[in-house]
């Protein structure tokens, strides 16, 4: 595929009547690539509002395909959906968000059509000049950023992370025209069997405006309460550095970084976190970060607005009493 | 029959190298590893060599460990064998170097190939060092081979595969026939210390190094697909603002009452 393509096709995703928000990121970076229309793919039976929803933040068209397997967790029928719509789209740009579909089925519709991929993507821009699209993402842990430019040859499919744009405000008088589209009946060489879910209550990880997290300096997994206590006075939710994931305190889903969640609260309070750079990863979006670890050099203060050099046994109890006296009063 | 399981790693900056000592050589585009800090086996790929092991401890299998670069520190690239893989393979050739994704995965199926026949194929879910995690799913791909990604939990028998696979909200079972690739994330839990026996068995074993030509690959397909313009380290330059008070209780107390003065509580 070369030469003629034109355009953006957003690999969408969507559940419980709703376009997932990472989707809307998608279709505002495909407007503002400026490169021809920009289209979504909505796999399974997706209904007539979600088409909509899509048209409403930007999207010109809408590719539905709707086959039982696809759009519903099987890797083999979605990379094979992608893969056949794009062939009708024949997009320039082919973009995922950085979820568990897009991580693994944005790079294998890529190796299936003989293009490039890149993951985990901050930005995705088109060259001046030559109007060659260069992509910008993290590697090495966090510690260094790359650019990467695509060679000519289309599509150019880039797995962009969560929050790196902002949606377009929604707006219902766009059109957009829904395009059906019959698949092949994909082969699927992976049955499952049993999903287990351990969803949190309270506010999302990814969704809190206040985000406090532990990390290996607390020891163990009982001072968590004391973090669940002060999560909610502020309404936020609880996470926690690898460290104390893999030791087994709290579940992996509570993981906040590189390879856990991605956090972008206005308010990240950490405690016993050293602030390494596969944690940073995953909440540089931070707008204020606040650091309470007993160690002065820690690189968690690099990021931090404010910072508390101490034992956290010493420090927290009255920080979460003086915050519960301002909130209560 | 042994169950025939090819687990790929690759060695690494180790990632754990302080972020103060984070060197790169922006003209050459390349991270410069910081001095005396050896390199190491990436960290998702040990849990995939632990994966097997588990696998090895309850069934006949045989575990070779293939390696795609040059400049192999023998004592790190043999530390799946002293954890008691039977074999290990190193593709070592400058042309294989530097590879990106895609070629990594062109040239490591045609190693897993010329290997023989196999039943599974185990990564790790990414590499440390440029967090692709592309290579697996080009190998799949490439092989056209059944693929689960982030598994906590491998079974494997009678030609079966069972997989736990981490879901950002709990996990999945998986099911699917061999031959299969499927990738591994750290909830697998802590790979095993290589025991004396095992580093001792590990000495007396020599890898089988292969070179470029050994694998007939085709130089256009070793290409970067992408093209790495620029290598950076990002600036991070936040003043943070510390907040002292007489003793522990007295800088919590003061750390709330700043915060909520700067409005952010
Ligand atoms: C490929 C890869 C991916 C990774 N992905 C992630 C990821 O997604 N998320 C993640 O978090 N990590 C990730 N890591 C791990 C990361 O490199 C660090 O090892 C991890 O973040 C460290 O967790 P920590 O800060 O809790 O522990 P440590 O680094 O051990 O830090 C503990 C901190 O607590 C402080 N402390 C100790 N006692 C006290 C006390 N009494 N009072 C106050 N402070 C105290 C110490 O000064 C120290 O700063 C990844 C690593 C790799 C190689």
């Known amino acids: ?291 309470i670890n007993k160690d002065a050099d820690s690189n968690i203060f690099k990021a931090a607005s404010f910072g508390a050099v101490g034992d956290w046994q010493d420090i927290l109890p009255s920080f979460i009493e003086t915050i519960r006296e301002l909130v209560e009063s | 029959m042994a169950l025939n399981i090819v687990v790929c790693a690759k060695q690494v900056v180790d990632p754990e190298t302080p972020v103060s000592a984070f060197r790169i050589d922006a003209d050459a585009r390349r991270v410069v590893p910081a001095p005396g800090v050896p390199p190491v086996v990436n960290g998702f790929d040990e849990n995939a060599v632990e994966a097997a092991l588990r696998i090895k401890d309850g069934t006949d299998a045989a575990i070779a460990v293939v390696s795609v670069g040059s400049g192999f520190a023998m004592d790190v690239m043999k530390k799946p064998l002293s954890m008691g893989a039977d074999q290990l393979v190193l593709v070592d050739d400058e042309a294989v170097a530097d590879l990106d994704a895609a070629a990594t995965a062109y040239v490591l199926s045609r190693a897993i190939e010329r290997l023989g026949g196999y039943d599974l194929v185990l990564c790790g879910r990414q590499a440390s060092d440029w967090d692709n995690a592309q290579v697996p799913l080009g190998i799949a791909e490439t092989l056209g081979l059944p693929c689960v990604t982030m598994a906590q939990k491998v079974e494997a028998h009678n030609g079966g595969l069972v997989v736990e696979r981490v879901l950002d909200e709990g996990y999945q079972v998986v099911e699917a026939d061999m031959p299969a690739l499927v990738t591994v994330s750290n909830e697998l839990g802590e790979p095993r210390y290589p025991s004396l026996r095992g580093i001792m068995a590990a000495s007396r074993k020599s890898p089988t190094v292969w070179t470029a030509s050994d694998l007939d690959l085709d130089p256009a397909r070793l290409a970067p697909s992408l093209e790495l313009v620029d290598l950076f380290i990002p600036v991070t330059d936040r003043q943070c603002e510390m907040v002292e008070g007489e003793d522990g209780q007295d800088t919590g107390r003061r750390l709330a009452l700043r915060l909520r003065e700067e409005k952010l509580i």
């Open chain 1, 1 to 291: 595929m070369t030469g003629a393509a034109l355009g953006v096709l957003a690999a969408g995703e969507w559940t419980d009547g709703r376009l997932y928000p990472g989707t809307g990121e998608l279709l505002a970076l495909g407007r503002s690539l400026d490169c021809g229309e920009v289209s979504v793919a909505l796999l399974g039976d997706a209904p007539e509002s979600v088409c909509r929803e899509a048209v409403s933040l930007g999207a010109d068209a809408v590719y539905t395909a709707s086959h039982p397997l696809t759009g519903d967790g099987d890797a083999d029928a979605d990379v094979s959906a992608i893969a056949q719509i794009c062939g009708q789209a024949k997009p320039r740009v082919l973009l995922f968000g950085k979820t568990a579909f897009g991580a693994e089925v944005g790079p294998r519709v890529a190796f299936r059509l003989g293009v490039g991929a890149a993951q985990d993507c901050v930005a995705v821009e088109a060259e001046d000049e030559s109007g060659r699209v260069v992509v910008t993402r993290p590697v090495h842990g966090g510690n260094a950023m790359a650019r990467l430019r695509f060679p000519d040859a289309d599509p150019k499919v880039a797995i962009v992370r969560g929050k790196a744009y902002e949606p377009l405000a929604a707006d219902g008088s766009r059109r957009g025209e829904i395009r059906r589209v019959e698949l092949e009946p994909p082969v699927v060489r992976t049955r499952r069997v049993e999903t287990v879910e351990s969803r949190s209550a309270g506010v999302r990880l990814e969704d809190a405006s206040v985000v406090v997290a532990g990390g290996r300096g607390l020891g163990g997994p009982s001072p968590f309460e004391q973090l669940e206590e002060l999560a909610g006075l502020l309404g936020g939710a609880v996470g926690a550095s690898r460290a104390v994931c893999d030791a087994g305190w709290l579940d992996h889903s509570y993981q906040i970084g590189l390879t856990g969640k991605t956090i972008t609260p206005d308010l990240y309070i950490t405690v016993g976190i050293s602030g390494a750079s596969q944690h940073m990863a995953g909440c540089s979006g931070a707008r204020h970060t606040v650091a």
